[in-house]
């Protein structure tokens, strides 16, 4: 008997799990039209666990093999990771398509690459020459001698039903063909139409990745329902709620809104506009609406109707901060999921990292895979899954497709990353039948940067909005006071002016750019006895900051004085409405964003005061996006101030935000390519570069070799998903025992045992997780403060509670009390 996995008294033989996640891979690449590309994957990806050597660890590591019995008895704990069971189906399907010409041989390396990699991340095809000189990753691995990989006995032990299909797959002439029209349309699309240009190869490059998510995806699915079976409703496709159902609860939800002020018309009238150009075919559009126009209902208006006219898969909301998140998911199941409905069978919430970036079997197994109607992430996990290391993040890639994708507060994508995702979004749209829609306040000019390099293209008519200058006009609440003075404001200062707009409005929200800043300025305001003053930051978890902004939103709503010291995470997508706002000098995106806070609903018989002004003393030494944004705000402001008539006496409006884009790209052009140094590839070079023609590491080659590689495809793609940050100090997730909710749920996380825990758990922690840098998690973990749940759990969690305050949220330095968290 020929196993693929083996616990306990069950066992499942590997002719099942072959043709099992067959069956799903071809149904994730169908998406793309690669049904029989997907199956043939899905049919050889574990061919070397035919092995002998495989089945000896196999049997060994659970008991069925006796070290005191059977010869055959290996130590399986000192071979876990070191049995080759992926390179026998890459090298046969290497072989056998590069016998078929050219095309074959491009076919054979695009799924071999996949075969090759199911257990480690897409691995390079050229090596980048990282402490060694470049090689020919992929062709050395095609090479590996008979003696490691067991070819020739996999290939005579395998069943035949499975080796009969395959070749029946090979011999098809559509396999080789498919894969041909999909790079010719590639091709075709790109600006420069030819496949040696940089677009083209690292769209390329995202055509193998999207077919490796199907593989993964599948694998893991079916492993996952043999080690569990009772996971596997929450595993596999969850949807249960048609198009239909969705948008009448929608419909019916915005049929009950009052109309009591000015702004509720404009809000209905941004919803009208969404809800006619969701006949408009696949693509990519812009909405651009001011803050507080009520786009989070409106741009989910144009998704659920626009997905069920052209029939897709799924909506997905990617937004930049958990706190949006937290928010407009709330919303979203508000809407879709009324009483009756099982919470979370149409709304998935996904984005905090719980579980490492070097997974356990067991996080394999619970990672989720966005299986879901509606899904809100973040642009982390978004990004990840279209760059990053390993494979928990690309077995979601294959989940875009045929996605209404929905780009909340689209200018705070990071600058070094817009290349690589403007290649990514026209890939997504173009050849996985999805449409996209950039929401902000603030379009940044993601379609005029280098065409060569990657720009996103628009769709004809991309603006949803027929008039966004009269929209602008019609929405403003808020006057802007450019209150920037030579020398800069000390924060007692600011602390002043808070108290008096306070005393003058009932409450202010004053919004700095560090989390330093915002405790020294709310320790000084705090001193008022009569004034309630709140803290925000991303300290404090999930389940914390909703608690907070629940208060808050209980003292504006009744009038009472209210002064709340936040970091930037509240000026995008919160909706509080403060009497006045002060925001310290940053990019007018984010002063734009501020001001959308301020006056928000529109119930004042007076404009709204939004204070610009400058700190005295500020370290933004380790926020350059945030220390770049100012510099070119500044310069914004005063040319406003030199001619406001230019800029349709709005400072934050269309023109003057046009202009601050135009400044703002043009110093960080060169960053956009997303640069990496010598140290972490071996030579300075760019992400963009490593993903598509990878022109060093080839000229160093042809160098050394005095040839080229004779492979088509030449990335590194191991290499630079290995160097890939979405943000530049990658964040690991801690729980935080907040509150009794997040005392019951550490509780369960550290008395469940690894294998039991599920996707409700671990979304229910996802609130009560707080994401650390590594410096300061590593600080944290060896003094004990933060530990695992269990050994080997992979999920960390704060043992001590002092190190969690309710004032600041997680500290580096304990609280003056002595109550320990002890499970």
């Known amino acids: 008997m020929i196993y693929a996995h083996l616990s306990g008294d069950r066992s499942q033989l590997l002719l099942e799990h072959l043709s099992n996640v067959a069956e799903l891979s071809a149904s994730h690449a169908n998406k793309i039209g690669l049904q029989m590309h997907g199956e043939l994957i899905g049919l050889l990806h574990d061919l070397g666990k035919y092995s002998t050597e495989f089945q000896n660890y196999l049997k060994s590591a659970t008991g069925i093999l006796n070290p005191d019995e059977d010869e055959d008895f290996v130590d399986a704990k000192g071979l876990k990771g070191k049995i080759d069971h992926s390179s026998a189906a890459s090298q046969f399907i290497w072989q056998e398509l590069s016998k078929q010409g050219q095309l074959g041989a491009i076919a054979g390396q695009i799924l071999a690459l996949c075969l090759a990699s199911h257990h480690s991340g897409l691995i390079d095809c050229l090596g980048s020459g990282l402490n060694s000189a470049v090689e020919d990753v992929f062709t050395k691995r095609m090479k590996k001698f008979d003696q490691h990989t067991h070819r020739a006995e996999v290939l005579d032990k395998a069943d035949e039903k499975i080796l009969e299909h395959v070749r029946r797959i090979i011999d098809d002439p559509e396999l080789i063909k498919g894969i041909k029209d999909k790079i010719q349309n590639i091709i075709q699309q790109s600006p420069e139409k030819n496949d040696k240009c940089t677009i083209v190869q690292n769209q390329i490059g995202l055509l193998v990745r999207f077919l490796f998510s199907c593989l993964i995806d599948a694998d893991r699915i079916d492993s996952a329902c043999f080690e569990n079976p009772a996971r596997v409703k929450f595993i596999t496709d969850r949807r249960d709620s048609a198009w239909d159902t969705l948008v009448f609860r929608l419909e019916d939800h915005l049929g009950r809104f009052k109309q009591d002020y000015s702004i509720d018309i404009l809000r209905k009238v941004i919803a009208e506009h969404c809800l006619n150009a969701a006949e408009r075919d696949i693509g990519t559009f812009t909405l651009t609406v001011p803050t507080g126009g009520g786009k989070t209902l409106a741009s989910l208006r144009f998704a659920l109707h626009h997905a069920k006219i052209h029939e897709m898969d799924r909506v997905m909301y990617i937004i930049p901060f958990t706190s949006i998140i937290d928010q407009n998911a709330q919303v979203a199941r508000r809407v879709l999921e009324p009483k009756g409905v099982e919470p979370g069978s149409v709304v998935l919430e996904h984005h905090s990292n719980l579980t490492p970036e070097m997974q356990t079997w067991r996080s394999k197994v619970i990672s989720e895979n966005w299986d879901a109607p509606v899904v809100f992430t973040t642009n982390v996990q978004f990004l990840e899954t279209l760059f990053g290391s390993g494979t928990r993040g690309a077995r979601r890639m294959h989940q875009l497709a045929k996605s209404v994708l929905i780009f909340d507060e689209i200018q705070t994508l990071p600058v070094k990353c817009i290349h690589l995702f403007n290649n990514a979004i026209n890939f997504l749209v173009e050849q996985c039948g999805c449409t996209v829609v950039l929401c902000t306040a603030t379009q940044p000019l993601l379609n005029r940067v280098d065409t060569r390099k990657g720009a996103i293209k628009l769709h004809k008519g991309s603006e949803i909005i027929p008039d966004v200058r009269q929209l602008f006009d019609g929405l403003k609440r808020v006057e802007i006071l450019n209150d920037r003075k030579p020398g800069g404001w000390i924060l007692e200062d600011v602390a002043?002016?808070?108290?008096?707009?306070?005393?003058?409005?009932?409450?202010?929200?004053?919004?700095?750019?560090?989390?330093?800043?915002?405790?020294?300025?709310?320790?000084?305001?705090?001193?008022?006895?009569?004034?309630?003053?709140?803290?925000?930051?991303?300290?404090?978890?999930?389940?914390?900051?909703?608690?907070?902004?629940?208060?808050?939103?209980?003292?504006?709503?009744?009038?009472?004085?209210?002064?709340?010291?936040?970091?930037?995470?509240?000026?995008?997508?919160?909706?509080?409405?403060?009497?006045?706002?002060?925001?310290?000098?940053?990019?007018?995106?984010?002063?734009?964003?501020?001001?959308?806070?301020?006056?928000?609903?529109?119930?004042?018989?007076?404009?709204?005061?939004?204070?610009?002004?400058?700190?005295?003393?500020?370290?933004?030494?380790?926020?350059?996006?945030?220390?770049?944004?100012?510099?070119?705000?500044?310069?914004?402001?005063?040319?406003?101030?030199?001619?406001?008539?230019?800029?349709?006496?709005?400072?934050?409006?269309?023109?003057?935000?046009?202009?601050?884009?135009?400044?703002?790209?043009?110093?960080?052009?060169?960053?956009?390519?997303?640069?990496?140094?010598?140290?972490?590839?071996?030579?300075?070079?760019?992400?963009?570069?490593?993903?598509?023609?990878?022109?060093?590491?080839?000229?160093?080659?042809?160098?050394?070799?005095?040839?080229?590689?004779?492979?088509?495809?030449?990335?590194?793609?191991?290499?630079?998903?290995?160097?890939?940050?979405?943000?530049?100090?990658?964040?690991?997730?801690?729980?935080?025992?907040?509150?009794?909710?997040?005392?019951?749920?550490?509780?369960?996380?550290?008395?469940?045992?690894?294998?039991?825990?599920?996707?409700?758990?671990?979304?229910?922690?996802?609130?009560?997780?707080?994401?650390?840098?590594?410096?300061?998690?590593?600080?944290?973990?060896?003094?004990?403060?933060?530990?695992?749940?269990?050994?080997?759990?992979?999920?960390?969690?704060?043992?001590?509670?002092?190190?969690?305050?309710?004032?600041?949220?997680?500290?580096?330095q304990p609280e003056e009390t002595t109550e320990v968290w002890n499970v």
Request: glycine share 6%; proline share 3%.
């Open 496 to 812: 002043e002016l808070a108290l008096k707009e306070t005393l003058a409005t009932k409450s202010c929200l004053v919004i700095v750019n560090n989390k330093k800043t915002a405790q020294e300025l709310y320790r000084l305001c705090a001193i008022q006895e009569d004034i309630k003053v709140y803290h925000l930051s991303t300290n404090m978890c999930s389940a914390h900051r909703k608690s907070k902004l629940k208060e808050v939103t209980s003292r504006l709503d009744g009038q009472k004085p209210t002064i709340c010291i936040s970091t930037q995470l509240i000026e995008a997508g919160v909706d509080v409405d403060f009497g006045a706002v002060i925001r310290v000098l940053a990019g007018l995106d984010s002063i734009a964003q501020a001001a959308g806070r301020c006056n928000r609903h529109d119930r004042n018989k007076e404009l709204g005061r939004v204070h610009i002004v400058n700190l005295k003393e500020e370290n933004l030494s380790m926020l350059p996006d945030i220390k770049i944004g100012r510099d070119k705000a500044e310069r914004v402001l005063n040319d406003y101030e030199q001619n406001p008539e230019k800029f349709g006496y709005n400072c934050i409006g269309p023109e003057a935000m046009e202009w601050f884009y135009e400044n703002y790209f043009f110093a960080r052009s060169i960053e956009m390519d997303y640069t990496v140094s010598s140290k972490e590839v071996g030579h300075e070079d760019t992400l963009l570069n490593l993903l598509s023609l990878n022109n060093l590491s080839l000229e160093e080659y042809k160098s050394c070799r005095q040839q080229a590689p004779e492979i088509y495809l030449r990335q590194s793609f191991m290499t630079a998903a290995k160097v890939f940050k979405a943000i530049d100090a990658p964040t690991r997730g801690i729980v935080v025992p907040f509150g009794e909710e997040g005392q019951l749920i550490v509780n369960e996380l550290c008395s469940v045992h690894p294998s039991g825990l599920g996707f409700n758990l671990l979304r229910r922690a996802q609130q009560f997780s707080v994401n650390l840098f590594p410096k300061m998690l590593d600080k944290m973990m060896r003094s004990g403060v933060v530990r695992e749940t269990q050994d080997g759990s992979g999920i960390l969690y704060l043992v001590d509670k002092r190190y969690y305050s309710s004032k600041y949220g997680l500290s580096e």
